[in-house]
């Protein structure tokens, strides 16, 4: 029964990135989100591309702006840029430990340096220096505790949804097998969906951006919700230090994304024994 989920999944996988992958130049996002996007697509399948066009893909040529200012797609962009960045350390990070054959907590810890590093150190301070003035330690200064706080959350979901799978299915822990890519697929979908309201505070509390419209003058603009400079509808900017939310707030949401995040270290090593 798994063969035929596996074949049925990555038909569609392969489908929906091919789709992605043609249709998204044509659409008036940041490079970045544009990567992140087909990056999410090649392991979240057809629900990525569905994503895409429900949350990205501009119904009408030049409505765009409008149509990514909605709260929900404004936190879904948020979102996936984490997912998309977090997620491929994650995976390569689960692969390396596979083939390193390390214990679980020395997998764990692989997986969170190498997912948190890149997605953070990469895919967001230096994907989106130009949101500080091209300075790329001010972004990773200012990126730091968002992009922590929302991979706490998708390690999360992540950890032990690999585990249960690859307790539960024949070579699910081998990278050189389809049931590993499969498990990793699962894995990060769930993990997406526990990271998603953690993202909606992020995005609400302009400590993370949205979605953005790049338009011809290669100017960015963002919808509601945003926290780029270039915003038309926040008063608050990237680089408005005394706008979002307190120091309690803060603390309280960091406290949280740790409890969430030992709590998901000990489900899955529950499925350990």
Known sequence: MIDGMMLVWFVL??????????????????????????????????????????????????????????????VLGSTMHCAAGDGLGIIAGAALASVLSLGALQDFALEYALG???????????????????????????????????????????????RLMMANIDGAGDPLRLEFWFTMSMALIVGFALAYPVNWWLVSKEMKHGMMTVIADNQSHAGHGSCLEAEEDSPHSAHDETSGPSASAILTMGVFSFICLAAGIALALSFEM
């Open 116 to 162: 948190f590093s890149f997605g953070w150190a990469y895919f967001q301070a230096f994907a989106m220096r130009d949101m500080y003035d091209g300075d790329y330690i001010k972004s990773l200064k200012a990126t730091f505790l968002p992009e922590l706080f929302s991979m706490n959350l998708l390690m999360a979901g992540m950890l032990p949804t690999m």
């Open 13 to 74: 996988t392969a489908l929906s990135v091919a789709f992605v992958s043609f249709d998204i130049p044509k659409t008036p996002e940041s490079s970045v989100l544009k990567w992140a996007f087909v990056i999410l697509v090649v392991f979240t399948g057809p629900l990525g591309a569905f994503f895409y066009v429900l949350g990205c893909r501009e119904p009408l040529a030049g409505t765009h702006a409008e149509y990514v200012s909605a709260k929900w797609r404004q």
